[in-house]
């Protein structure tokens, strides 16, 4: 069973940075095989794409984040991560991790979230 585990979440003033990490278990050998995403939800909003990264390090961000935020993996942890820089009351919300991958089979993961507000 794959399991992801999210922390780093937190009350920051607005401007600030916080760095989010997800450590995946149970994936094997082939975390390398996965494509890694952050997500985020606040309350009565649907939950959104933040950033993804392919196994071949390419990315791409929601517009709202370009510039502010950056997402990184390190196979050898089987963690992937989030730097958040400049935050705005706006990023306030619960932000997930995601695992998904296509071959050989056609699968998807979610952690349970950490809260990250941005208040001052």
């Known amino acids: 069973q794959v399991q992801l585990v999210e922390s780093g979440g937190g009350l920051v003033q607005p401007g600030g940075s916080l760095r989010l990490s997800c450590a995946a278990s149970g994936t094997g050998s082939i975390f390398r095989l996965y494509v890694m995403a952050w997500y985020r939800q606040a309350p009565g909003n649907q939950r959104a794409l933040v950033a993804r990264?392919?196994?071949?390090?390419?990315?791409n961000y929601a517009e709202s984040v370009k510039g502010r935020f950056t997402i990184s993996r390190d196979n050898a942890r089987n963690t992937v991560y989030l730097q958040m820089n400049s935050l705005k009351p706006e990023d306030t919300a619960v932000y997930y991790c995601?695992?998904?991958?296509?071959?050989?089979?056609?699968?998807?993961?979610w952690g349970e979230g950490t809260l990250d507000t941005v208040s001052s």
């Open positions: 990264i392919t196994s071949g390090g390419f990315t």
């Open positions: 995601n695992a998904a991958k296509i071959l050989p089979t056609d699968m998807e993961y």
